[in-house]
């Protein structure tokens, strides 16, 4: 098989390239992966890279109950959701066992951009308002309704839309309260915010925080939308859900990526009150794939597999051991300015005089690619975070690589 050595090129040689139009081509990722399995990927010439970045597949690449689960419901039917199914109905009344008892209407969708869409659309229409709050750095999906809501990589203000900074980076014109003093005569539907929001040098915001943003926004007639798209079923170890370690109580829970362990399938969850409100407005919403019959039993098998292979334990455990390794570094390298992490959701910080070092964190990135076949991905809006969401399967043995292979590169580029 004839291989293309410019491939391994690093993401500074410009190359002139044929390739679909798509993020984290092959710039980013300088692969042709070719198969899949557990913690694993493989790419066209059998090297075998352990991965931490895709995130969608969260029970493990090609998961074979997940798989099995898929083509036997593929073989029996798949279509739209004009018809009554079974698949739908139970899945739909195990994913809301995983949730608070107060969240138990269900939509599906494919994406989780769709289904953060969807949650907008359902907080504008019930409250009556047209005003999103949200969170300086967030990131909740690539749809032309959401872009406003976005602070990096995209912006496109479509939307009506505050943006109110994190602790440690908000100065009080920009705190909560303040947002919401300027907003008087608009009306305010909701506050969507990512479940685990990172603040550049302060770590993971603090609970009061949105403790606080939750009571002012109820308070003002809001919804709260806990977007989970990246962190559900078990991932931070101490709770199936991240808003959970805040003690917050959402009125609405948005899924996607990992829910389907790579199929495209994704969920919005509300209360009764909320989804009845909706439905009273008028708007009535089909969606013709989400919630088809593969998607639903390909759901289920997911919260099946996390129940019975125990993976939410195993993450708490397996993700303590890759925090605890990663913060054993920073004696010797002074570039990591922090380490922080929720089970399996686990992100280290390079800083060069206390500033972030985007560059640093590009160059680590690489280096763990294609000389530790290890894919990690970084980001932040300063770019200067790697970060590991690696499949819930992943061994002690692996977050050890990960550790030895990121010591092996930093004391490379420090000489």
Known sequence: ?????????????????????????????????????????????GEQYLDTSSNGAHVGHCHPRVVETGSKQMALLCTNTRFLNDCMVLYAKHLCATLPSH???CFFTNTGSEANDLAVQIAQRVTRGTHIVTLEGAYHGHLM?????????????????????????????????????????????GFIHESLPYVAGKGFCPASFLQQAYDTIHS???LCIADEVP?????????????????????????GTLVGNGHPMAAVVTMKEVADSFGACGIEYFNTFGGNPVSMAIGDAVISVVADEGLQ????????????????LM????SIGAVHGFGLYVVVEFVQDREPDTELAEDVKWLMLNEHKVIVSTD???????????????TREDCQHIVDSLDSVLTELSL
């Open 313 to 328: 334990r195993h993450s708490a455990e397996v993700g303590a051991h890759l925090t605890r390794g990663l913060r054993g």
């Open 231 to 255: 962190y559900g079923l078990g991932r931070i170890g101490s709770h199936p859900y991240a808003f959970q370690e805040y003690g917050l109580t959402p009125d609405i829970v948005t899924m």
């Open 145 to 189: 309704s959401l872009r406003a809501l976005n602070s990096h990589r995209v912006t496109n203000e479509l939307c009506d839309v505050s943006k109110v900074l994190l602790p440690g980076n908000a100065p009080k014109g920009h705190q909560i309260n303040a947002v919401l003093q300027q907003l008087k005569g608009k009306k305010v539907a």
């Open 331 to 334: 004696k010797a390298h002074q």
């Open 380 to 394: 932040h809006v300063y770019g200067n975070v790697l970060k590991f969401r690696p499949p819930l399967c992943i």
């Open 103 to 105: 969240l138990t209407q």
């Open 220 to 222: 003002s007639g809001g």
């Open 1 to 45: 098989m004839e291989t293309n050595d410019d491939c391994h090129d690093p993401p500074s040689a410009k190359k002139q390239k044929t390739q679909t139009q798509t993020l984290l081509t092959p710039d980013e990722y300088p692969l042709k992966i070719v198969k899949g399995k557990g913690q694993y990927l493989y790419d066209e010439n």
